[in-house]
């Protein structure tokens, strides 16, 4: 068998040309090479295994057990979410406002997952911010052994060339240290949105992932998901420096309600970026 023919082989089972090349990739090396390259027996039945998985429901980056997130290739599994496209442009406006805040700002991203909202601040500010450093908290000790990982991998990826990223265990900024209080520049955090309700009409390729990554309830206005937005912006204030700011991911259909619950708090210029399919996506709050 070829290359090109097992591509096609997987894109007849898969229905999608795209992820058989993925997983192609995957065994073969993504070194570009004639559809006519041969493929070993052992290489077939890689292949073939990989597909199978990805044709019971598991996602795609599951089955490969590692995904592109801006720069980065991060190590993702069943203990956290899939990196997306609109997380990359929550971290894009992040940026923004470290270039406005400090020098050597304090980070904090609050429930990281695989960790790649701060491992791609600790790498994409390493040269600007030389002097600034990062925590990266979650609940799950599951999801804190996969960004641990995906730390070592990327100190080796960027040989050091990292800001040193502290992980905490704890429920959004509750495990920092009491030193840090007042002191953080920056808080990012990508909270769980979804409504408990719509829970059940996800595709289920969506609720293969962790679920409590992805569900929250309703924030203390009625609005649904909004619960866990609400925690991260309550928490926030007590640790923020003056001036400082948090930058949360939503729902689009947040964003009037999450507006709101950020100017009653006392933040100020409070707004929403839209992410690149120019949806509501990323609020900010600023203290002074």
């Keep these: 068998m070829t290359r090109g023919e097992l591509i096609a082989e997987l894109a007849a089972s898969l229905g999608a040309r795209h992820e058989a090349r993925f997983i192609v ?7 570009p090479s004639f559809g006519g390259q041969a493929v070993s027996t052992a290489e077939v039945d890689a292949a073939r295994s990989l597909a199978a998985l990805r044709q019971s429901g598991e996602p795609l980056q599951y089955v490969l057990g590692h995904w592109a997130f801006r720069s980065l290739d991060l190590l993702v599994d069943g203990r956290v979410l899939i990196p997306r496209p609109e997380t990359e442009q929550v971290v894009e406006v992040a940026l923004g406002e470290v270039r406005r805040l400090a020098a050597a700002p304090i980070i904090v991203d609050a429930g990281t997952g695989s960790g790649a909202i701060a491992l791609s601040m600790a790498t994409e500010l390493a040269d600007r911010c030389p002097e600034g450093r990062l925590w ?10 996969v960004a641990r990982a995906n730390l ?20 959004w900024l509750t495990p920092l240290p009491p030193a840090l209080t007042g002191q953080v520049d920056l808080i990012v955090a990508n909270p769980p949105y979804v409504a408990v309700e719509t829970w059940p009409d996800l595709p289920e390729v969506v609720r293969r992932e962790p679920r409590g990554a ?12 909004l619960g866990e937005v609400e925690e991260v912006l309550c928490q926030a ?16 259909q947040q964003r009037e ?26 609020l900010v709050g600023r203290v002074r």
């Design 152 to 171: 070592d991998r990327v100190r080796r990826q960027h040989r050091g060339h990292v800001l040193p990223v502290t992980l905490a265990q704890g429920s």
């Design 257 to 282: 309600a999450a507006v709101a619950m950020a100017r009653r708090m006392g933040y100020v210029e409070v707004g929403v970026e839209r992410d690149l399919a120019r949806r509501p996506r990323t």
């Design 237 to 252: 204030r007590m640790w923020l420096s003056r001036p400082g700011a948090v930058v949360i991911e939503l729902a689009p």
């Design 136 to 145: 990266a908290t979650d609940a799950s000790a599951e999801a804190l052994a």
């Design 214 to 225: 992805l569900v929250a309830g309703p924030g203390t206005d009625g609005t649904p998901g």
């Design 25 to 31: 990739e995957e065994v073969l090396g993504s070194t």
